[in-house]
């Protein structure tokens, strides 16, 4: 994966004009999906799709003018910094708070690094169109803002909401998955070989005390938060790395009790609890659908477990 930095004129030209072309076949796809039930908002994300084209269109005519016909294939996925964005076969049926929502995550996203790479490039040309676009990115953002007629909170508490889930919601939600799923494993596998209450919560506890600074490590070496909004890295990898250790010692703490097997009832049951908020948790902040959010939590988190008790057994 590359460095936003390493990225020559070219290749920003090029990740530019890929940025506009997913844009607007996203914007399409969410005009198709909302056309039913909302066509005047459908129409609106028409009209973002057309302005997305146009885009594009005076990306190629610059890059084209500056390097030539061939455009090297480079992706967001291909950069270090983007958000992996849901697939939108998986937002069924489409409600406009959750297009509004992504159409918001989107110009966010792409203003950003119209601002930023406009001012590390030292070409005029390049510099001016990137500016222009991360204006009328700002545009987008606001259309996207105006679509719920519903909605009374004024854009500065969307913008509030939207950094706390880009900071605080998304980090925390991917450290409490982490670890209360990946310390199942080892601790009732140490459960069912040892029979031992006290050497189960010292293996748990140092599963739980691993796994947060891994994932900590991992959070904050992922990018810097420029053209994502996320917020500084290291206070995202200590808001992951406590909650992937919290999540690890809520099933852990039960082997304090000195039987065995009355810590275990109590675990399996925290694992339940733990498993349904963490379900809860993203079908009211990510979006995800209630029923599709227990499947995957709870099957995931269900096939870890027999994991552990398998290997504990054998």
């Known amino acids: 994966m590359r460095t936003f930095d390493s990225l020559s004129e070219q290749e920003i030209l090029a990740l530019a004009i890929s940025l506009e072309e997913e844009d607007a076949r996203i914007y399409d796809d969410i005009a198709e999906g909302l056309r039913t039930n909302y066509p005047k908002q459908a129409n609106e994300f028409i009209e973002m799709r057309k302005e997305e084209d146009g885009h594009r269109h005076r990306l190629l005519d610059l890059y084209r003018s500056k390097f030539g016909d061939h455009i090297p294939l480079i992706r967001r996925q291909d950069v270090r910094g983007f958000v992996d964005r849901k697939p939108l076969w998986r937002i069924r049926p489409m409600k406009i708070s959750s297009a509004r929502k992504m159409a918001e995550q989107m110009e966010l996203e792409t203003r950003r690094f119209y601002e930023t790479v406009s001012k590390t490039t030292t070409d005029a040309g390049i510099r001016q169109l990137l500016g222009d676009l991360a204006n009328e990115e700002r545009k987008h953002i606001y259309t996207a803002q105006s679509m ?167």
Not at 256 to 269: E, G, K, M, N, Q
Not at 276 to 282: K, M
Not at 290 to 312: H, K, P
């Open 148 to 314: 719920e007629a519903a909605a009374d909170v004024n854009a500065e508490e969307e913008a509030q909401k939207r950094l706390f889930l880009l900071q605080i919601v998304q980090p925390g939600l991917v450290g409490l998955m982490d670890g209360s799923v990946s310390t199942l494993a080892p601790l009732f596998a140490a459960a069912f070989a040892t029979h031992n209450s006290l050497y189960t919560f010292l293996i748990g506890l140092a599963a739980a005390i691993g796994a947060g600074i891994s994932m900590g490590f991992a959070e904050a070496l992922s990018d810097d938060g420029t053209l994502t909004g996320r917020g500084h890295p290291w206070m995202r990898g200590a808001i992951t790395g406590l909650m992937t250790t919290l999540g690890g010692l809520g099933h852990t703490l039960p082997y304090l009790i000195p039987d065995v097997y009355t810590a275990t009832t109590v675990a399996v049951i925290v694992v339940f609890v733990e498993l349904l908020a963490i379900a809860w948790i993203r079908n009211k902040y990510m979006d995800t659908p209630l029923g599709t959010a227990v499947f995957q939590v709870v099957v995931g988190g269900l096939l870890v477990f027999l994991s552990g008790i398998l290997i504990g057994i054998s």
